[in-house]
Nanobody, 123 residues
Framework: VQLQASGGGLVQAGGSLRLSCGAS????????MGWFRQAPGNERELVAVRYWGGSSTYYADSVKGRFTISRDNAKNTVYLQMNSLKPEDTAVYYC?????????????????WGQGTLVTVSS
């Protein structure tokens, strides 16, 4: 599986951005795709996940109510709609995927990583 992410940029506080991540290759029924972010000096943080089975999602508390992760089934693509952006959302955002076909022991466990895309929120 390979991932291609896009959509970062510069936005003012309160604004919106949408990130996209497309996956090529086989994904099994218990696959998932999500987004991590890492700001300078900070640890990597799991932001949101969309699970293939059903329509379940995961959001970090810091983005609940502001970010929405969605999936285009036909394109094996997930989108992260980020609204009401804050300066503290500034980070490099990384797309990640679980191929599925096995058990996963942690919410943070992923198999494949895409390149990062920079999101900068100015105050």
């Amino acid at each position: 599986v390979q991932l291609q992410a896009s959509g970062g940029g510069l936005v003012q506080a309160g604004g919106s951005l949408r990130l996209s991540c497309g996956a090529s290759g086989r994904l099994y029924s218990n696959a998932a795709m999500g987004w991590f972010r890492q700001a300078p000096g900070n640890e990597r943080e799991l932001v949101a996940v969309r699970y293939w089975g059903g329509s379940s999602t995961y959001y970090a508390d810091s983005v609940k109510g502001r970010f929405t992760i969605s999936r285009d089934n036909a394109k094996n693509t997930v989108y992260l709609q980020m609204n009401s952006l804050k300066p503290e959302d500034t980070a490099v955002y990384y797309c990640a995927a679980r191929r599925g076909g096995r058990r996963y022991s942690s919410v943070n466990e992923f198999d494949v990583w895409g390149q990062g895309t920079l999101v900068t929120v100015s105050s």
